[in-house]
């Protein structure tokens, strides 16, 4: 087999012995999932309110940080069963989100998995540093170019610092999507212009869940 070298005569043997991990910036790697409950044309959203900071109190995608040597839909899977006791289901890569300012705790890129799924089949427990686990109502409006949200809580027993709707709590969000077209497809990106009561980019992602919910609409 031909010993190739690169530019400074080295084989890849002798470059990975010279080789140094902090030669360059590296990111914390996290993993979320979204679970999506299909419900005569309605969905529901699985989600957890956060204890710890940052983002303390805030309502979130179950996930976390990726171990070392973990591959990360084995990490969202393993956050999903720590933070609602769920497990079982079989996500698939719905994207990556890497805004540099994303988490306050410095450049952390996370992979997000999704799925459906039958919530009356399910019975999500909050663990690990889940405050609450809850099924949310999600719905959508597009008006003027822009793309808002909506997750709510139907519960009559809504707790009293949940506020903004009477029949319980209420999350928003307002994004403008930025659509990118090339020979293989069409993909969407989103720039958050207003968020309340969702922890990080989250509603970023959830926002790139909901094409492909209106295509599933779009066939049934």
């Known amino acids: ?43 529901d959203i699985l989600l957890v309110r956060r204890g710890g900071h940052p983002c303390i109190g805030q309502w979130a995608l179950p996930g976390g940080f990726v171990n070392e040597q973990e591959p990360p839909w084995k990490a ?18 719905l994207g990556v989100f890497g805004d540099p300012e994303r988490d306050v705790r410095g450049w952390t890129i996370t992979c997000a998995y999704c ?21 949310f109502r999600l719905s959508w409006k597009r008006q003027d170019g822009l793309l808002r949200i909506f997750l709510t809580d139907a519960r009559h027993n809504a707790s009293p610092e949940d506020s903004g709707n009477p029949s319980g709590l209420q999350l928003t969000a307002l994004l403008r999507p930025l659509v990118l077209e090339n020979p293989f497809g069409q993909d969407t990106h989103y720039e958050l212009l207003e968020n309340q009561g969702l922890a990080f980019d989250h ?11 209106e295509e599933i609409g779009n066939t049934q």
Do not use: C, H
Request: no cysteine; glycine share 6%.
């Open 1 to 43: 087999m031909e010993d190739f070298r690169d530019a400074n005569g080295l084989t890849e043997a002798e470059y990975l012995a010279s080789y140094r991990r902090d030669g360059w910036p590296l990111p914390s790697v996290t993993a979320d999932q979204v679970l999506i409950s299909p419900d005569n044309g309605s969905y």
């Open 76 to 93: 969202a899977a393993r956050e999903l069963e720590e933070e609602t006791s769920l497990s079982g289901l079989s996500p698939i890569l």
């Open 115 to 135: 799925t459906l799924t039958d919530r009356n089949k399910l019975t999500p427990k909050a663990g690990d540093d889940a405050r609450d686990a809850r099924w």
């Open 203 to 213: 509603a970023k992602i959830i926002a790139t869940a909901i094409p492909r919910l």
